[in-house]
């Protein structure tokens, strides 16, 4: 089961991934599933950067 988040710090794009989740864009809205480990994928908005809305695996 998934849980929603609270307030989580943004990510820039190239950053890497602190935890395994659902993100979303917040300038644009559009979502993208993230890897722990992994590099953030490019937003659609220039400036722009990912949030984490949904924890797919809460027990990190």
Same mark, same amino acid.
């Given at each position: %089961? /998934?849980? $929603? /988040?609270?307030?989580? *710090? @943004? @990510?820039? *794009?190239?950053?890497?991934?602190?935890? &395994?989740?659902?993100?979303?864009?917040? %300038? &644009?809205? #559009?979502?993208? /599933?993230?890897?722990?480990?992994?590099?953030? *994928?490019?937003?659609?908005? $220039?400036? &722009?950067?990912? #949030?984490?809305?949904?924890?797919?695996?809460?027990?990190?």
């Amino acid at each position: %089961m /998934t849980r $929603q /988040t609270g307030m989580r *710090p @943004l @990510l820039k *794009p190239g950053e890497i991934v602190p935890d &395994s989740g659902i993100y979303q864009d917040v %300038m &644009s809205g #559009q979502r993208a /599933t993230m890897v722990k480990g992994e590099h953030a *994928p490019p937003t659609q908005e $220039q400036g &722009s950067a990912w #949030q984490q809305v949904i924890d797919t695996n809460p027990d990190d």
